[in-house]
């Protein structure tokens, strides 16, 4: 047998997790922005600003001062300090640096959380739609993704009565994100505290996945940590700089627990990344500690852009859309257009949608069903007020196209 032809053999678990969705439409879109045709990319999960200048120095000042070597696995502690000190100041929660953790972006502190709370078997609750690495981080640790779809009729939000319904003796954890990566939408304080009591009875633990608190319209943010020892000891925060501060390449995410999660995450990642990289950190350290302005200033464009985004998609006939508290995306519901056809053929689920939209009228969208929600595609307007006109008007082309 020669080189080329030994077999790999790849690990059960590897083969687990399943291929993106996505693939075949961001190929398709690159391969036609390679063609040199104007492609309107809605698809970006990233704000499209620079990370701000006073970040960007304190990165830099790091490295100049000779701060590029190895630091504590689960961070330095100067960072930590400044986490506390946000939890307690905008989120009413007490915490010490030992409920600390920073890792490499919220993705890696969401794996270091599974891998130290889950065995085999162990059941997870996953509302639908969810952020797209939720059911792989699970099964590639042997877990089993138990799902709940979240109405329409109730804003894509689980309902307290669902959750208890879902639990079983095998339920270990609920993942919450507030605000939702696709939906947008943003639980109240009240849905909030109607859902802890389901937690607290059934005694499991909950993810917070809090990317996006400081990017909320309407509102303010309540995490639900905050609302009460019972469910503070059973609530892990999952949070980082990527969307708030435009870092998403400088890869810090950070989780705030019970010391003795901590401990066994921080040992777990000891031996897989080690530290997050140190200029990183001292760069976030600015972005927590520094001015907050700039959020302010992004938080503002974007509300500008969610406002024309969404009142031009319920312009569209055979569209609808509900209006996102935060994050910056829209996730309208396009299943009227399912059985219809187009010059590339008929539409049968989103994906065939948005391959014939991104084939046709050269606008790039990800498909619902990449977060477990088809009938739905997911917009994003952390990008120009150009794109997002361009983008409606391709669309209203698009439809008025089918038959």
Known sequence: MTEKEKTVLISDRALGIKASITMSITAMANQLKKEGKPV????????????????????????????????????????????????KQENNLDYTVDNVIISCGGKHSLFNV??????????????????????????????????????ESNDLKV??????????PRTKLFILNTPSNPSGMVYSKEELMAL?????????????????????????????????????????????VSKAYSMTGWRIGYAVADATLIKAMSNIQSHSTSNPAQASQWASLEAIRGSQDVVETMKHSFRERRKVLIDGLNRLSGIRCIEPKGAFYA????????????????????????????????????????????????????????????ALERLSLFLSSLK
């Open 159 to 168: 309902t307290p009565e669902e959750l208890e319904a879902a639990i079983t």
């Open 331 to 390: 996730f309208p519901n396009i299943s009227s257009t399912f059985g219809k056809r187009c010059d590339s053929g008929l539409i049968h689920d989103a994906v065939s949608f948005c391959e014939f939209l991104l084939k046709e009228q050269l606008v790039a969208t990800v498909p619902g069903s990449a977060f477990g929600a088809e009938g739905y595609i997911r917009l994003s307007y952390a990008t120009s007020m150009d794109n997002i006109n361009g």
């Open 196 to 240: 802890a009591e389901v937690v607290v009875k059934h005694d499991i633990y909950v993810i917070s996945d809090e990317l996006y608190e400081k990017l909320i319209y309407d509102g303010h943010h309540v995490s639900i940590a905050s609302l009460g020892a019972d469910i503070k000891e059973r609530s892990i925060i999952v949070n980082g």
């Open 40 to 87: 309107i990319g809605m698809s970006a999960g990233e704000p499209d600003f620079d990370t701000p200048e006073s970040i960007k120095q304190a990165g830099i000042q790091s490295i100049i001062d000779g701060k590029t070597k190895y630091t504590p696995a689960s961070g330095i502690m100067d960072l930590k300090d400044a986490i506390v000190t946000k939890l």
């Open 114 to 151: 599974k891998m130290a709370l889950l065995n085999p078997g162990d059941e997870v609750i996953i509302p639908t739609p969810f952020w797209v690495s939720y059911p792989s981080q699970v099964e590639v640790l042997g877990g089993k993704c138990v799902y709940i779809n979240a109405k």
